[in-house]
């Protein structure tokens, strides 16, 4: 009987450890995993977010890593045996415009890069009796390569190929190919089909006006999956997407008949929500997470179950089902994570599993924790003098007690209104043309010009300091002039101005009437009231290029407002925003503005928006973001609601902001600008392919030979060549979501030319483009030899600093003539990690070196000091000579 028992016993325990387990992989974020054959055996491909490669058995034990080869976002990777081995190879598609092919031991089989520039996005391979590699990106063409990685054809398509994907769809003992390419950057693809893998024909196509699938249309597909799930012998594919930000559901059939559809409800809507999905054949389910939500679907897209409320729990960066566990791995999270979270489908209402963070994000998760607590205790030093000006927090965010009691610097904080004015605009129609009617769709106009005076009065009664979003590119006119002038009168100490939006177009006349009309009536008005700001947002490039502009140099270098204008951009949402920064700093250091602003939004929008995902839980890339824009003088935030994040999410930041550790920031006390980079008569061309960024049918095999290259959105994550700005100068490796730079010969500022006699005061080096081109003694250089001048001249300037630092995201701020504050950010915005740094002190020995949170104090040994920024967290260091 006891032998009986411990038999028994011994067998629940082996059927136990059966299924997998979570585990933490060693290697950084996690973009994609799949599963792979091994003989026998299943293993686990990953790869992460700047492109390194990676194998892990299913209990968690690496079996090799390699690193990126050339750093850019691996878009896609597939398994596949095209060796004829048993074993699935490994092949990546990355935006570096190279196929990679590694063996299951880790052995790069081979590459293939094109003769042209080519960010590839897409790879699949298809299998009728020998393997046929098929890859895509965004230069028009279908590349296939044999088993060898050799080229076999090109074949012209249409777009900028979205997905690729084999399957037997056409017919059951036969292979095609599915290809998707888009136009826009969000959705309406160009081409949606099936292609004959051997004659590369169209076998079949849906077109995009086809009314039977008019809601299909308007989806951002964030993820696809292929499967059989109506039992035909034929598979269909699955298509997981996002609707108006509601979770969206449909699978079709190869003759594009509508399988399953599954709506989302309004109430479960989240915005930019990163949705994965797939099949699961035991059960006959589908599975979708859209954003903290999981979905499981039958097969007609009927609700079976949901797990979990918006913005509330973890979003995985992929799923990939693994038939020999019954199991779903869930791999990292969009914050950066770099943990495997194991699912076991046998277990009832598995979708119920509680998965308690572990990994990287469980690390950052406690670096902040540190943070914060020693933010709280942070005592202000004799040698800092209080700030006797505010921070400015445009923001709904509520402060927590405890940093309520910070009084070492003040935080205002500031509500921002969107009301509409209903007024009708004939005198604008006189003015501009029709034009003046077109509205905002987003948005209904019904507020009486007496309706939004009334509020500003009421908030000026109650004291509620606000501002009121009065403009955006799709209408500049939200709030007419005559409101905004009685709005500054009603509201002296409460109104702190009004936002505009996206107004980049020079050809509007709309934007043509409100810098010539409204500007001087506005600058007036609140010059009588002396609180109140005009604040820009804009995207893309547009401080460092767009910004130069006429119309725009007019405006905002004429230095007619230089006391009301406070440029932002959406600092968290941009692939180009180191451009946006450096623009800005030199805006400001150079006097044509006297405030900048922090601009802290939901991850996505503008990169590549159904690749890109958004519902960061962590509070630490906006964090990291803010305290960087803050430590080069941005006074101001324009901060959303970002719905996803944990507490206690930005009262870390605000914390910094009154605790002093993060000083208010003067221009003149800025030490870490190196040089300057001057911007004449700026290409007008350059600018308008990257303000159109919805487009992303625009490749040019000359986009690499400009001074700011591969900004257009088909690039967005392609690595950046030498010669290039963002990579010489700010040591920036590829354009993706949110990049902070490193800056390893200081910031180098953007200004325009004709700010060229305060750079000579200052005793800078400066070199001179138009964006596209270089300029050297007057005469036109092309971008990839102009990079040895722009190299010569960084280096000439970080040699002039005091402080330079090498590895992280950074700022030194002069406190007084003997104290510095240097600020070190980990800069590795969604792939946080700890982070060397070597900080190199030039022309003077420091008297003393001291980490003022942790109160480490660090000794220099060769005027160098070594020390690690923790993942996603960051160091204030105060060096005393």
């Not at 932002?568 to 180191?578: G, I």
Request: hydrophobic share 40%; aromatic share 12%; net charge positive.
């Amino acid at each position: 009987m006891k032998n009986q028992f411990t038999y028994m016993l011994v067998f629940i325990v082996m059927l136990g450890t059966a299924h997998a387990q979570n585990f933490t992989t060693e290697g950084n974020g996690i973009r994609n995993a799949i599963v792979a054959n091994n003989n026998k055996d299943q293993i686990l491909y990953v790869s992460e977010l700047d492109g390194a490669l990676a194998a892990y058995t299913l209990s968690g034990e690496k079996i090799w890593s390699k690193p990126a080869i050339n750093p850019a976002v691996v878009f896609n990777i597939v398994a596949a045996d095209i060796t004829n081995n048993g074993k699935d190879e490994l092949i990546a598609a990355s935006a570096n415009g190279t196929i990679y092919c590694y063996t299951s031991t880790g052995k790069q089989l081979w590459s293939y890069t094109p003769k042209h520039k080519v960010r590839f996005s897409e790879v699949a391979v298809v299998n009728n009796g020998k393997p046929q590699i098929f890859a895509g990106g965004n230069d028009y063409n279908l590349y296939e390569l044999n088993a060898k990685g050799d080229l076999v054809s090109t074949t012209k398509i249409d777009g900028v190929v979205r997905k690729l994907m084999t399957g037997n769809f056409i017919e059951k003992d036969k292979q095609s190919l599915f290809v998707m390419t888009y136009v826009h950057d969000k959705f309406r693809w160009d081409f949606l089909g099936f292609i004959n893998p051997v004659t590369k024909q169209v076998i079949k196509r849906l077109e995009y006006k086809d009314n039977k699938l008019k809601q299909f249309g308007k989806t951002m597909i964030t993820d696809f999956a292929v499967a059989d799930i109506n039992n035909d012998g034929l598979h269909d594919i699955l298509f997981f997407a996002d609707l108006s930000f509601k979770s969206f559901f449909i699978a079709l059939d190869s003759n594009f008949n509508t399988l399953a559809t599954f709506n989302g409800s309004s109430k479960d809507a989240q915005r930019y929500a990163h949705s994965k999905g797939a099949y699961l054949p035991k059960s006959k389910q589908i599975m979708f997470q859209h954003g903290s939500i999981i979905y499981v679907l039958d097969t007609k897209g009927n609700l079976v179950a949901k797990e979990g409320k918006r913005f509330t729990a973890k979003v995985y960066s992929d799923i990939t089902y693994i038939p020999s566990k019954n199991s779903l791995f869930a791999a990292g999270e969009v914050d950066g994570g770099n943990a495997v979270y194991v699912y076991n489908l046998d277990h009832k209402n598995w979708w119920s599993t509680k998965q308690p963070k572990q990994g990287r994000m469980l690390e950052v998760e406690n670096n902040l924790a540190k943070l914060y607590q020693q933010t709280l205790d942070f005592k202000l030093p004799e040698y800092q003098q209080k700030s006797d000006e505010d921070w400015v927090m445009i923001t709904s965010k509520k402060i927590n007690e405890d940093v309520k009691k910070l009084t070492a610097n003040n935080v205002k904080f500031v509500i921002q209104k969107s009301p509409k004015e209903s007024t009708e605009r004939s005198t604008m129609v006189k003015a501009m043309g029709k034009i003046a009617l077109k509205k905002d769709k987003r948005g209904k106009y019904q507020d009486s010009r007496e309706d939004i005076v009334q509020m500003a009065k009421d908030f000026e009664a109650k004291g509620q300091p606000f501002t009121f979003w009065a403009g955006h590119g799709n209408d500049p006119f939200y709030i007419q002039i005559e409101t905004l002038e009685k709005i500054l009168e009603v509201a002296p100490t409460t109104c702190y101005g009004f936002v505009y939006a996206e107004m980049a177009n020079v050809e509007d006349a709309r934007v043509q009437y409100f810098v010539k009309e409204y500007m001087p009536r506005l600058a007036k008005a609140i010059r009588k009231n002396n609180r109140a700001k005009l604040y820009f947002r804009y995207k893309n490039m547009f401080w460092a290029a767009t910004s130069h502009l006429p119309l725009w140099k007019e405006m905002f270098f004429s230095n007619k407002y230089n006391d009301i204008l406070v440029p932002a951009s959406e600092d968290t949402s941009n692939r180009t925003q180191d451009l946006n920064l450096v623009g800005r700093v030199g805006m400001q250091s150079s006097g044509y503005v006297n405030d900048f602003a922090m601009r802290l939004i939901d991850d996505n929008p503008t990169s590549w928006r159904p690749l890109s995902p958004g519902g960061q839980r962590s509070i630490s890339p906006y964090l990291r973001q803010g305290t960087l824009m803050a430590a080069y003088g941005a006074r101001y935030g324009i901060v959303s609601n970002n719905s996803f994040t944990e507490e206690p999410g930005l009262n870390i930041l605000f914390a910094l902001m009154k605790s002093g550790v993060l000083p208010v920031v003067k221009p003149e006390n800025i030490t870490s600008i190196g040089s300057w980079h001057l911007i004449q008569n700026v290409d007008e061309k350059l600018i308008h392919t990257v303000d159109t960024h919805h487009n992303l049918k625009q490749y040019s095999t000359t986009d690499d030979d400009a001074v700011f290259s591969y900004a257009q959105m088909h690039w967005a994550g392609v690595d950046l060549p030498e010669h290039d700005f963002s990579s010489v100068a700010l040591g920036v490796k590829y354009r993706w979501l949110n990049y902070m730079p490193i800056m390893p010969y200081g910031m180098v500022a953007v200004a325009p030319v004709e700010a060229k006699t305060t750079i000579e005061k200052l005793s800078k080096p400066y070199f001179v483009s138009t964006a596209k081109v270089g300029i050297k003694d007057g005469v036109k250089v092309p971008a990839k030899e102009f990079g040895a001048v722009i190299k010569a001249t960084v280096a000439k300037g970080a040699k002039q600093l005091p402080i330079v630092v090498s590895g992280a995201s950074w700022s030194a701020i002069k406190l007084d003539d003997n104290h510095t504050r240097l600020i070190l950010i980990d800069p590795n915005y969604i792939n946080p990690q700890n982070t060397k740094v070597t900080v190199t002190f030039a022309y003077k020995t420091p008297k003393q070196i001291v980490d003022i949170l942790s109160k480490e104090e660090l000794t220099a040994t060769n005027n160098k000091i070594e020390i690690t920024v923790p993942a996603g967290a960051m160091r204030f260091i105060d060096v005393a000579y």
